[in-house]
């Protein structure tokens, strides 16, 4: 019967999706259309897999997903944009600043 048997454990299960050519053509246009476009890798997390967050000079960002940290210095070393890992850099002020104008005057973008 095996009332007390005790389950195997499954491996760990992401919900999250794995980064595809959408991702990375996203992060591509984003650098080719701002100006001072900086990387910021982001951790793993029990939800999300590793993303890359792109700010450009004016504090505008966007966040996608990528294959591991390596894959984020590959795409930033390809896309000749600096890159930093935000657990030890944190994010630019520019980028709070940015996030308050839009909060502040939603109908301007």
Same mark, same amino acid.
């Given at each position: 019967m095996g009332l007390f048997r005790r389950r195997k454990k499954a491996g760990a299960v992401s919900l999250d999706r794995a980064? *595809?050519?959408? &991702? /990375?053509?996203?992060l %591509?246009? @984003? =650098?080719?259309?701002?100006r001072g476009v900086e990387a910021f890798i982001e951790p793993r997390t029990t939800v999300t897999e590793t993303t890359v967050m792109l700010i450009a000079d004016d504090g505008e960002w966007t966040?996608?997903? #990528? &294959?591991?940290? &390596?894959?984020?210095?590959? @795409?930033?070393?390809?896309?000749? #944009?600096? =890159?930093?890992? =935000?657990? /030890? =850099?944190?994010?630019?002020?520019?980028?709070? *600043?940015?996030?308050?104008?839009?909060?502040?005057?939603? %109908? /301007? @973008?």
């Open positions: 980064a *595809d050519r959408a &991702d /990375l053509d996203h %591509e246009t @984003f =650098v080719r259309t701002r966040r996608r997903r #990528i &294959d591991g940290p &390596d894959g984020a210095r590959r @795409f930033a070393y390809r896309a000749g #944009i600096p =890159v930093y890992d =935000v657990r /030890l =850099v944190g994010y630019p002020q520019r980028m709070r *600043d940015y996030n308050e104008r839009r909060k502040r005057r939603p %109908e /301007l @973008f």
